[in-house]
T-cell receptor, first 113, second 115 residues
Framework: AQSVTQLDSQVPVFEEAPVELRCNYS??????LFWYVQYPNQGLQLLLK??????LVKGINGFEAEFNKSQTSFHLRKPSVHISDTAEYFC???????????FGQGTELSVKP | ETGVTQTPRHLVMGMTNKKSLKCEQH?????MYWYKQSAKKPLELMFV???????ENNSVPSRFSPECPNSSHLFLHLHTLQPEDSALYLC??????????????FGDGTRLSIL
């Protein structure tokens, strides 16, 4: 079975500053990893995914994430955030041999002017 | 624009009412999901359907009754709900179960309030 831990429930940051949202997972098998974003009053939207290959994955809206197998982490980064990035971000994992998608508890990113 | 459409977007109902939530996907997917999202809690997977067959029921109370008449439509029938059932109910779809590398696509949810 897999599990996901998002280490920060809230991350406040000023506009144009860099941000990192942390995600750690546990699994006894190879995994696929995802980051989703949820804007207010909307559903979840896929930001990026890691399936295999390069450990640095680029997604939409200037976000990227790095898969680190030794540290079982998949942290999300953006070099310069905008007010419009204010949203909740969810890390998710599924086992490469099948199984359901397991979500973390979410991190609320608040970008201040 | 989302390929998964949920209606209604908001619903207020009394504990004795019966109502249904509807989800429709236009992505050609074969797996559909119901999630419950409560404030300050992780997403809770409720039901999973694959090719119209229910493959998972995560110990959901019987006052929630899902229906999947075809791969494009998913319903959640509600009756005799409790105040703690107030939440955002999200529908999602993916190509099929077993393909765990396939991302799920979400609708915008139905915000349910139980009086």
């Amino acid at each position: 079975a897999q599990s996901v831990t998002q280490l920060d429930s809230q991350v406040p940051v000023f506009e144009e500053a860099p941000v990192e949202l942390r995600c750690n997972y546990s699994s006894s098998v190879s995994v696929y990893l995802f980051w989703y974003v949820q804007y207010p009053n909307q559903g979840l939207q896929l930001l990026l995914k890691y399936l295999s290959g390069s450990t640095l994955v680029k997604g939409i809206n200037g976000f990227e994430a790095e898969f680190n197998k030794s540290q079982t982490s998949f942290h999300l980064r953006k070099p310069s955030v905008h007010i419009s990035d204010t949203a909740e971000y969810f890390c998710a994992v599924s086992g490469a041999l099948g199984g359901k998608l397991i979500f973390g508890q979410g991190t609320e990113l608040s970008v201040k002017p | 624009e989302t390929g998964v459409t949920q209606t209604p977007r908001h619903l207020v109902m009394g504990m004795t009412n019966k109502k249904s939530l509807k989800c429709e996907q236009h992505l050609g997917h074969n797996a559909m999901y119901w999630y419950k999202q409560s404030a300050k809690k992780p997403l809770e997977l409720m039901f999973v359907y694959n090719f119209k067959e229910q493959t998972e029921n995560n110990s959901v109370p019987s006052r929630f009754s899902p229906e999947c008449p075809n791969s494009s439509h998913l319903f959640l029938h509600l009756h005799t709900l409790q105040p703690e059932d107030s939440a955002l109910y999200l529908c999602a779809s993916s190509q099929a179960l077993g393909g765990s590398n396939q991302p799920q696509h979400f609708g915008d949810g139905t915000r349910l309030s139980i009086l």
